[in-house]
C-alpha cells in the first residue's frame, strides 16, 4: 500500500492512498464468499455457484463495492498509521479507481489534530487562596449539623413561619375558571424552597393552622404551559398542619448523638480539621484552575469545529444525565427554560471552547516536556480505584483492559502530572480569599469594558 499526504487547509489533510491490486482481489473474494451463500442461483445449489458466474449474476461493479466493506476502513487506518496524521472526525471519502486487475485507489480529506503553538507555561504566576477557617464558619458547621438531624415536629395550631413546611389543600383560578394542574390536596410545601410561583410562599407567613387564604400571584411570562404565562391567578388555600424543624441544643449531647465524639470541644474541632482540609483543596483547585488558564491564554492554536461540537455534545449528554438523576429529561428541561436546542448549545460553546483549548495545551505541554504515564503511575491509580470500590486490584486492572480504558486512564494520568508540573513552576502568592475574588471581580470588568 501507497499513502500520500497533502496538506490542503489549516487542520485538513489529503490523504491519497493506493491498495495493490492483489489486495483488492483478496477483499472481492472475500465478499464473494460472504455473498454467495444469500442468492439462489439456477442450475446452481445455494453456495455452491463458481465465482464467474456469481460475478455475472450480480454484476461485477456490484461485487467489488461489497469488497470494500471489508477492504476500505482497514487501508484507511493503514494510511492514518503510515503518515501519522491524528484525525479528529470522520473523513471525506472519494473512490478514485475501483476496478478488477487495477489498484484500487481512493482519497480522503481528513480534519486533523490542530498544531499547537506554545506560549509562557514555566513560572507563571498565581494566586493561593490562604487557610484560615473562622469561628463563624465552625460555628455554621455545627448549626449545619443542627439542620441535618433536626426534627419534624407537628403543629395542630400555630401560624406559618419561613422554614416551614406547611401542609396546605390549594386550588388555583384564571379569570374565574380553574386550570389544569392547578389543585392539591396535602400538599407538603416549603417556605421558602422557591418550588412554586414567586409571591406564593411568602403570603402563607403568618396564615394559622385551619385558616383559610386567597394568594394572588402572577405567571412568570416564560412560564412553560403558554395559555398561563403573564396572567394573574388566584389560589384559595386552606393550611391543615404544620412541620417545624425543632433543634437540639449544641452541647455535649448533641456531639454524642451525630458524632464519635463525647464533647462539643471535639466536635468543634474535628469541624476545624475537616473545614481546613476542603478549604485546602479548594486553593490547591483554585491554583491548578489559574495556572491551566494561564497556560492555554498565551497558547495560539486553531480549533477545528468539530471539536467543538463534540464537547458540547458531551456536555449536553452529561446534562441529560443529571436531570435523568432528578427524574427530568432534556426535553421537559428546554420547556421550563423556555430554551431551544439551539439555544442551550450556544449557551455551552464558550464553555466548550475553552474546555477544547485547556485539553489541547496540556496535551502540547505533556508532549514538550515528555510527561508519560509510567506503568508505576497505573498501578498507582488502579490501587486507588480498587481502594475506593473495594476491590481486588487485579480485578479493577482486568476490568480496565476488558472495557478498553486504558488508554484512557493513562490519558487522565498524564494530563493530573502536566498540571502538577505548571503548578511546581508556578510563582505562587498566597492571599486571603476575599482579596483573591476582588482581583477576579476587577479583572473580568477591565475585560468586559
Same mark, same amino acid.
Given at each position: 500500500?501507497k499513502?500520500?499526504?497533502?496538506k490542503?487547509? @489549516?487542520?485538513?489533510?489529503?490523504l491519497e492512498v493506493e491498495?495493490?491490486s492483489?489486495?483488492l482481489?483478496?477483499?472481492a473474494?472475500q465478499a464473494?464468499r460472504?455473498?454467495v451463500h444469500?442468492?439462489?442461483?439456477?442450475?446452481?445449489?445455494?453456495?455452491?455457484v463458481? %465465482?464467474?458466474?456469481?460475478?455475472r449474476?450480480v454484476?461485477? #461493479?456490484?461485487l =467489488?463495492?461489497?469488497a470494500?466493506d471489508? !477492504? !476500505?476502513?482497514?487501508?484507511y487506518?493503514e494510511?492514518v498509521?503510515e503518515t501519522?496524521i491524528e484525525?479528529?472526525d470522520?473523513?471525506?471519502l472519494?473512490?478514485?479507481?475501483?476496478?478488477a486487475?487495477k489498484p484500487?485507489?481512493f482519497?480522503?480529506k481528513v @480534519?486533523?489534530m490542530p #498544531?499547537?503553538t506554545?506560549?509562557?507555561?514555566k513560572?507563571?504566576?498565581v494566586d493561593?487562596?490562604?487557610?484560615n477557617?473562622?469561628d463563624e464558619?465552625v460555628n455554621n458547621?455545627l448549626?449545619?449539623?443542627?439542620?441535618?438531624?433536626a426534627?419534624? *415536629?407537628?403543629?395542630?395550631?400555630g401560624q406559618v413561619?419561613?422554614d416551614d413546611?406547611?401542609?396546605?389543600d390549594?386550588?388555583?383560578?384564571?379569570d374565574? +375558571?380553574?386550570?389544569e394542574?392547578g389543585?392539591?390536596e396535602d400538599y407538603?410545601?416549603g417556605?421558602?424552597s422557591?418550588?412554586f410561583?414567586?409571591?406564593?410562599e411568602?403570603?402563607?407567613?403568618g396564615v394559622?393552622?385551619?385558616?383559610?387564604?386567597?394568594?394572588?400571584?402572577?405567571?412568570p411570562q416564560e412560564?412553560h404551559a403558554?395559555e398561563?404565562?403573564?396572567k394573574e391567578a388566584?389560589f384559595?388555600v386552606?393550611?391543615?398542619?404544620?412541620r417545624?424543624k425543632?433543634?437540639s441544643?449544641?452541647d455535649?449531647?448533641?456531639?454524642?448523638? *451525630?458524632s464519635?465524639?463525647?464533647t462539643?470541644?471535639e466536635?468543634k474541632a474535628d469541624?476545624?480539621e475537616?473545614l481546613?482540609q476542603s478549604a485546602r483543596? %479548594?486553593?490547591?483547585?483554585v491554583? %491548578?484552575?489559574?495556572?491551566i488558564?494561564?497556560?492555554?491564554?498565551?497558547?495560539?492554536?486553531?480549533?477545528p469545529?468539530?471539536m467543538?461540537e463534540?464537547?458540547?455534545?458531551y456536555?449536553v449528554? #452529561?446534562?441529560g =444525565?443529571?436531570?435523568?438523576?432528578?427524574?427530568?429529561?432534556?426535553?421537559q =428541561?428546554?420547556?421550563f427554560?423556555?430554551?431551544?436546542?439551539?439555544e442551550?448549545?450556544e449557551d455551552?460553546r464558550e464553555?466548550?471552547h475553552?474546555s477544547v483549548?485547556? +485539553? !489541547?495545551?496540556?496535551?502540547?505541554?505533556a508532549k514538550?516536556?515528555?510527561?508519560q504515564a509510567?506503568d508505576?503511575?497505573?498501578?498507582?491509580?488502579l490501587?486507588k480505584?480498587?481502594e475506593?470500590?473495594?476491590?481486588?486490584?487485579?480485578?479493577?486492572?482486568?476490568?480496565?483492559i476488558?472495557?478498553?480504558r486504558?488508554?484512557?486512564?493513562k490519558?487522565?494520568?498524564v494530563v493530573?502530572?502536566?498540571v502538577?508540573?505548571?503548578?511546581e513552576?508556578?510563582?505562587?502568592?498566597?492571599?486571603n480569599?476575599?482579596?483573591?475574588?476582588?482581583?477576579e471581580?476587577v479583572a473580568?470588568?477591565?475585560?468586559?469594558?
Amino acid at each position: 500500500m501507497k499513502a500520500n499526504v497533502e496538506k490542503i487547509e @489549516t487542520n485538513q489533510m489529503l490523504l491519497e492512498v493506493e491498495v495493490d491490486s492483489q489486495e483488492l482481489e483478496k477483499a472481492a473474494d472475500q465478499a464473494y464468499r460472504r455473498l454467495v451463500h444469500k442468492y439462489n442461483i439456477p442450475g446452481f445449489r445455494k453456495g455452491k455457484v463458481p %465465482r464467474a458466474v456469481f460475478e455475472r449474476y450480480v454484476g461485477t #461493479e456490484f461485487l =467489488y463495492q461489497e469488497a470494500l466493506d471489508g !477492504l !476500505l476502513p482497514n487501508a484507511y487506518a493503514e494510511a492514518v498509521k503510515e503518515t501519522a496524521i491524528e484525525p479528529v472526525d470522520q473523513p471525506e471519502l472519494e473512490i478514485v479507481q475501483l476496478e478488477a486487475g487495477k489498484p484500487f485507489i481512493f482519497k480522503a480529506k481528513v @480534519t486533523v489534530m490542530p #498544531e499547537v503553538t506554545l506560549g509562557e507555561y514555566k513560572g507563571l504566576e498565581v494566586d493561593k487562596p490562604v487557610v484560615n477557617i473562622t469561628d463563624e464558619e465552625v460555628n455554621n458547621y455545627l448549626m449545619a449539623l443542627q439542620e441535618r438531624y433536626a426534627q419534624l *415536629v407537628t403543629l395542630e395550631e400555630g401560624q406559618v413561619q419561613a422554614d416551614d413546611i406547611a401542609v396546605i389543600d390549594f386550588e388555583g383560578f384564571v379569570d374565574g +375558571e380553574p386550570f389544569e394542574g392547578g389543585k392539591g390536596e396535602d400538599y407538603p410545601l416549603g417556605i421558602g424552597s422557591n418550588s412554586f410561583i414567586p409571591g406564593f410562599e411568602e403570603q402563607l407567613i403568618g396564615v394559622a393552622v385551619g385558616e383559610e387564604k386567597d394568594v394572588v400571584v402572577t405567571f412568570p411570562q416564560e412560564y412553560h404551559a403558554e395559555e398561563l404565562a403573564g396572567k394573574e391567578a388566584v389560589f384559595k388555600v386552606k393550611v391543615k398542619t404544620i412541620r417545624r424543624k425543632e433543634l437540639s441544643p449544641l452541647d455535649d449531647e448533641f456531639a454524642k448523638d *451525630v458524632s464519635e465524639f463525647d464533647t462539643l470541644e471535639e466536635l468543634k474541632a474535628d469541624a476545624r480539621e475537616k473545614l481546613e482540609q476542603s478549604a485546602r483543596s %479548594r486553593a490547591e483547585a483554585v491554583v %491548578r484552575e489559574q495556572v491551566i488558564d494561564k497556560a492555554a491564554a498565551n497558547a495560539q492554536v486553531e480549533i477545528p469545529p468539530v471539536m467543538i461540537e463534540r464537547q458540547i455534545d458531551y456536555m449536553v449528554q #452529561e446534562l441529560g =444525565y443529571n436531570l435523568q438523576m432528578q427524574g427530568l429529561n432534556l426535553e421537559q =428541561y428546554l420547556q421550563f427554560t423556555g430554551k431551544t436546542d439551539a439555544e442551550l448549545r450556544e449557551d455551552y460553546r464558550e464553555r466548550a471552547h475553552k474546555s477544547v483549548l485547556a +485539553e !489541547l495545551t496540556l496535551g502540547a505541554i505533556a508532549k514538550a516536556e515528555n510527561i508519560q504515564a509510567t506503568d508505576e503511575d497505573v498501578n498507582r491509580e488502579l490501587q486507588k480505584i480498587a481502594e475506593r470500590f473495594q476491590q481486588d486490584v487485579e480485578e479493577v486492572r482486568e476490568n480496565v483492559i476488558k472495557n478498553n480504558r486504558l488508554e484512557s486512564l493513562k490519558d487522565s494520568i498524564v494530563v493530573d502530572k502536566t498540571v502538577d508540573f505548571l503548578v511546581e513552576a508556578a510563582k505562587i502568592t498566597e492571599v486571603n480569599p476575599a482579596e483573591a475574588k476582588n482581583e477576579e471581580t476587577v479583572a473580568e470588568q477591565t475585560e468586559e469594558e
